[in-house]
């Protein structure tokens, strides 16, 4: 066994080796940080996402509509993107392993608080604050792959963080929509929360010590401003994070009421057969895999472009009144998104030569916050207008989203082609 123990996620150590390379794929110690990180995207993405199966269960319970039931996702993701930058300057001082190991801790504490909640302010409060402690994870981990992988594989890291983030998010809502279902939303978030502890405790006793870590010391925190403003300054960066805020802002839209839509009087499903629709994200456990291995050959740029285009086709084919289309549709959206997700994730921390953390921050920031406004915007036109409008206004974010790439050709110092 190495040497790490279950308090090696709590430490960590300067960077003792000025040419380290990272650890070559295949390795002992890099299969440990991916599983480690996947267990970690486990306890993350099914707490964050751990009431969105059970939107219609929480609608009628607590007596709100659609948007306002749906605002218990954008609590949880508003709070994780208002995290994700101080987060970003705590790991730079404390290190990233213990960063995050401080978060999942205090996530999975405040995940046991949700279910006590008695109305919808109380719920939505619990949740902002639990999104605030689950921001440490996607804050962190990417800047801590590109510091302990080797950059040639860092791509194909990244997508393998991201294709554990999917089951994350999957694992939770397939337990908390069939629980919601039968026992009620409560006993279904306190469900998720009881495995995300479980996974949360795999992760510390897996997760390596830093080695390519350097603490940034008492000057880090006024750099480190400066450094985000540096990469707010840079176009190809911002075209980056502007995917995070749009495709990511469409893609939660779609799974937010698109259960609506199955329960309601077109097909009549009922809430634990709407809580499989989210056994679509497996094509995202695939794709977001897949695309990181294509980047080595095409490039980012193509293979995230290829992703939007899956995307809108998917998102045409849920307009249709069969079940099978509509169900085959959000698997070729939900494949598209994380294709483009992973690819761009990976970019947003492998591109800049400096300040790779705050970068990642950034990303993890506009994606977030793509999720809390939009998606609960989406909520809105779904209420007004229905499904239809609901999906032009998906296509309309996915088609800008894509004219940003292809105007704005990000450059950098990033290991995949471009």
């Known amino acids: ?192 929360t009881c495995v995300a502890g479980l996974a949360a405790i795999v992760f510390l006793l897996l997760l390596p010590r830093s080695r390519g870590f350097t603490p940034s010391g008492g000057a880090g925190f006024r750099a480190s401003l400066l450094v985000l403003a540096s990469h707010l300054r840079t176009p190809g960066l911002v075209v980056i994070y502007a995917q995070a805020f749009l495709l990511m802002g469409g893609f939660v839209t779609v799974y937010n009421y698109l259960g609506f839509r199955l329960a309601g009087p077109a097909f009549g499903l009922s809430g634990t057969v709407v809580s499989l629709i989210f056994l679509a994200y497996l094509s995202g456990t695939v794709s977001s895999r897949w695309a990181a291995g294509l980047t080595l050959r095409h490039g980012r740029r193509r293979v995230l472009l290829c992703g939007s285009a899956l995307m809108a086709a998917g998102l045409v084919a849920t307009l249709s009144t069969m079940l099978p289309v509509v169900l085959g549709g959000l698997v070729v959206f939900t494949a598209g998104f994380f294709a483009a997700h992973g690819v761009a994730s990976g970019w947003a921390g492998a591109l800049p030569s400096r300040g790779r953390g705050q970068s990642a921050s950034l990303y993890n920031l506009a994606y977030y916050l793509g999720s809390s406004i939009v998606g609960w915007a989406g909520g809105l036109v779904f209420q007004w207008l229905g499904w239809s409008a609901l999906v032009v206004g998906t296509l309309f974010l996915t088609v800008l989203a894509a004219l940003l790439m292809v105007l704005v050709r990000p450059q950098g110092s990033g290991s995949a082609r471009h």
Do not use: C
């Not at 306890?43 to 969105?52: E, G, K, R, V």
């Not at 995290?83 to 290190?95: H, M, Q």
């Open 1 to 192: 066994m190495s040497s790490s123990s279950p308090t090696s996620a709590l430490s960590h150590s300067p960077d003792s080796a000025p040419l380290w390379e990272g650890h070559p794929k295949g390795s002992r110690a890099y299969r440990r940080i991916l599983a480690g990180l996947g267990f970690a995207g486990l306890a993350t993405f099914a707490q964050l996402y751990s009431t969105q199966s059970a939107l219609p269960t929480i609608a009628a319970d607590l007596g709100t509509t659609a948007a306002g039931a749906g605002l218990t996702v954008s609590a949880a993701t508003l709070g994780l993107a208002a995290a994700v930058i101080p987060w970003s300057f705590i790991a730079d001082r404390t290190g990233r392993t213990r960063a995050m190991a401080i978060a999942i801790i205090s996530a999975t504490i405040l995940g046991f608080l949700v279910p006590l909640s008695g109305s919808l302010e109380v719920l939505l409060a619990f949740r902002f604050v639990e999104g605030m402690a689950l921001g440490g994870i996607p804050a962190v981990a990417i800047a801590y792959l590109n510091e302990e992988v080797s950059r040639g594989h860092a791509a194909v890291a990244a997508g393998t963080y991201v294709a554990g983030t999917t089951l994350g998010g999957l694992t939770g809502r397939l337990i908390a929509g069939p629980a919601a279902d039968i026992w009620g939303w409560r006993a279904g978030t306190l469900a998720v």
